[in-house]
């Protein structure tokens, strides 16, 4: 069934996920006998224990006795977490990071999804209400990570699977769990499918056509998005929205879906993309707006829309460094703090009896370096163009209670403020950190 796909690959590593069901035993012992006339291939097989059933342990004693049996190197990973709601999806995402993590370079995963599990995915994305790319369901080959995920079978039905498994005489383990039609997928399984089948005998085949029309169609669109929106990208990847208004609404959503795409996360339901359209894009230039995408947020700033990761608010806190010869780490992972860097700021020399602490948030009215007048921070923030969820992950630095820098933005006039200089001796402060500050100044869409 699967000699043909395994040789299109130049690098035979192969890892194949093995839960010891039949779809996965069958794959096993496919590329087993496939191994016998070329002996270039090298298996590996992994079983994650969900942990979820009883006979969780005599599931993991099969997988193991099997490969020992033919002499193929098993990996056993034990998912120990607590989960009440999206246990299905949760699993999965908790599967696919495990196995992630054992695959060498160049090695294929191989999974044993069929024809079957296909379809299954199709009515699975119509209850969500997915467009064509959650129609698509799952492709035969998948980019994952660097290398990529093979699923040989998915064109091959449930029952052509298991004629092969019983002409040769294999044994595998059933999940009783599989029978719960309290899950999504087995109620499509046992409840929907059957009736279908029964009635239309080629549906199946009929779906896989749909799913692969969808996945076309996905490709097409994403070409053309792909050149699109070269035109609204910013070097920083935030996306320039200010011509928006002179897009149609279905080219906007789709070039705001297809940038939140380059940012390797599940795609947002189109409710959410929807919410964008109409909350983000419509709203004032200076409206303080947020989409939240799980960890994620969509916001804007002026005329662009940015993808941040959601932080904990450290606004309050207050950092000493006491000791300014070591590097001092900040939250957030914001970086670090060093003294003596040659491409830091010349501050004044701190007075022994000043502490020296970070601080994350001020306000009121400073004197910056260079200027006549004082002027409220927050004006001062927007003039250096600092989107609004920036200011409070800026470390400022104070001697007591007294603001000296927004590092890497300002320095306070030290005429205005009572800070000495100690012997004309000078400070040289670095904030060595991954954020954009400057992408802000000089480049932003204004």
């Known amino acids: 069934m699967i000699q043909n796909i395994i040789e299109k690959y130049k690098y035979k590593l192969f890892l194949i996920a093995y839960s010891g069901g039949m779809d996965s035993t ?43 049996k033919h002499d193929i190197p098993l990996i056993i990973e034990t998912i120990n977490i607590n989960i009440t709601k999206n246990i299905e999806e949760k699993l999965r995402i908790k599967r696919y990071n495990l196995i992630y993590k054992h695959l060498f370079n160049k090695e294929i995963l191989l999974t044993g999804h069929h024809l079957n599990d296909q379809c299954e995915t199709l009515f699975l994305s119509l209850k969500r209400g997915s467009g064509p790319t959650g129609l698509s369901a799952m492709s035969s080959e998948t980019i994952f990570g660097k290398t990529k995920i093979v699923r040989p079978f998915l064109t091959t039905t449930k029952q052509e699977l298991k004629k092969w498994a019983n002409l040769n005489k294999l044994t595998w383990i059933e999940d009783f769990t599989n029978f719960d039609t309290n899950y999504d997928r087995n109620f499509i399984r046992y409840k929907i499918l059957p009736i279908l089948e029964e009635k239309w005998p080629f549906f199946l085949r009929n779906c896989f056509r749909t799913t692969k029309i969808c996945n076309e169609e996905t490709k097409l669109k994403n070409i053309f998005l792909k050149e699109k929106i070269k035109k609204f990208l910013h070097f920083n990847e935030c996306l320039n929205i200010k011509n928006f208004k002179n897009l149609k609404e279905e080219v906007c959503k789709a070039l705001i879906r297809y940038w939140i795409s380059l940012k390797n996360i599940k795609l947002p339901s189109y409710k959410t993309i929807q919410r964008i359209y109409n909350e983000i894009i419509y709203s004032r230039k200076d409206a303080n707006i947020k989409v939240i995408i799980k960890e994620n947020e969509i916001r804007r700033y002026k005329s662009s829309l940015y993808f941040i990761k959601t932080t904990k608010s450290i606004k309050n806190m207050i950092i000493f460094w006491h000791d300014t010869n070591h590097k001092l780490t900040l939250p957030n992972n914001l970086g670090y703090i060093i003294k003596n860097n040659k491409e830091g700021i010349n501050i004044p020399t ?46 400022l630095l104070f001697y007591n209670d007294q603001l000296i820098s927004a590092l890497g933005v300002f320095i306070i006039n030290q005429k205005i403020k009572n800070v000495e200089k100690n012997n004309k001796n000078e400070w040289n402060i670095s904030w060595i950190n991954n954020i954009q500050l400057n992408y802000c100044n000089n480049f932003l869409f204004n």
Request: proline share 4%; with cysteine; charged share 25%.
């Open 350 to 395: 701190p007075k022994n009896s000043e502490f020296i602490n970070i601080r994350f948030q001020y306000s009121g009215k400073i004197l910056i370096l260079g200027r006549q007048k004082r002027r409220n921070i927050k004006k001062i923030w927007q003039e250096y163009n600092i989107p609004p969820w920036l200011r409070n992950q800026i470390p």
């Open 26 to 68: 069958v794959l096993l012992y496919q590329l087993l006998k496939i191994k016998q006339t070329d002996d270039q291939i090298k298996i590996r097989a992994i079983h994650i224990n969900h942990n979820i059933h009883t006979h969780s342990k005599i599931w993991q004693k099969h997988c193991f006795d099997t490969c020992e």
